[in-house]
């Protein structure tokens, strides 16, 4: 007998609406969906997903900056297939190559080689979890700087670092952490412009530890790029500058690489490169494991060895999620996807330039990268947030068969970050199915 594919196994199983309904009946509420229709997907191939229908979507989102060398990669499969059978689980209280190799082969990769000791989780969550806990071990400080319009996850600490209030749900309170203004060049929280602001938001870090902390403090966290912010890209110089403050106030520096780690920016490993900055912890996830859950904080030998006494992650480590993260940077480098990112990336990013020309929607476009955002506007004098007109192209793209994200502290920014190994055939179809869409949702009500 013929088998039957395994998709329409899967339909066979649950129509459509049964899902959406059994999703909307058994799981939280606070489980929300893109679009006024939830979208079911059924299956995934390389730049593609599809819907129970078979439609295609061509996905320049990849399941949130996490499909990182494209849908069910087939080496990266093949690998967790082989693992699977091999070796499951059995925690990190034992021994196990693939921990240890996906670990050796992440200290090969790090910033001047600087960063060798990795401690694996399940989440990006988690890693942030683990970062400060690192920090307040190696310094004995528990004081903490985070960034305004920032996103750290979804634990009460990593809430409490958030910047946004939208994501800080369930009262997030947690004593000790402060939040200094950030690099948002398009909306200056002190009203100037770069470069004749010197960079004004770094130096005031300096006034913020003088004035809202003890004097003393753990750690500075942030994202290279703030990516729940909506891809918000400090100037070159602010990195530099707010290490150097935060370490004479005896505290180290976080990059929050969940987003912005692996090549994604292009030609680098990690986001933070671009800034000339060695950080004294790196956490990531998302594009690590192209899918497979897997969280990682990666310190330098110093910080690592601060965190002393127990403490243990059940599935941190875990053979399979290792295999995968491990066949996922091999790909990166087999593929040579950091010069992708960088030569694709900017590619994408003038066809966004393009369309910015176009559509005056569009205030601001930035990024780096295959990370790139679009800021929409009522009009460019005044800057109004256009969140309305973000949530309308968002409708539009998907009726037009394209997936974007939506993002900002307002909801008027939209993120584009496509698998690192598409090509600019890809790009080209993205832009004239965005193109088409802002044409229906903006400039078909009259805006
Ligand atoms: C920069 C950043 N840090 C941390 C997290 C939390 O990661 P996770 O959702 O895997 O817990 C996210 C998630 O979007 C993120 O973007």
Redesign the pocket.
Known sequence: MRLLPRVTLILFAMQTDEIVLASQQYLFPAVFHYYREPLVITRAKNQFVYDPDGRAYLDFFGG?LTISVGHCNERVNRAIHQQVDRLQHVSTVFVTEPQAALAKKIAGVTPQGRLTRSFFTN????A?ETAILAARCYTGSSEIIALRHS????SAM?MALTGQSSWRIGGAVQPGIVHAHNAYCYRCPFGLTYPNCEVRCARDIRELIRTATSGRVAAFIA?PIQ??GGFITPPKEYFAIVTEIVREAGGIFIS?E??TAWGRTGGKWFGIEHYGVTPDVITS??GLGNGTPI?VTIATPEVAAGVTGLTLSTFGGNPVATTAAKAVLEFIEEENLLANAAETGAYLRGKLEELRAKHAVIGDVRGMGLMQSLELVEDRQSKAPAAAAAAELMEAARRNGLLIGKAGTYGNCIRISPPMNIGKADVDEFARLLDRSLEECVNGTGR
């Open positions: 949130i989440s990006g969550t988690e942030n996103y750290h996850g979804r990593t994202e990516g729940v929050d969940v987003q996830a998302k969280g």
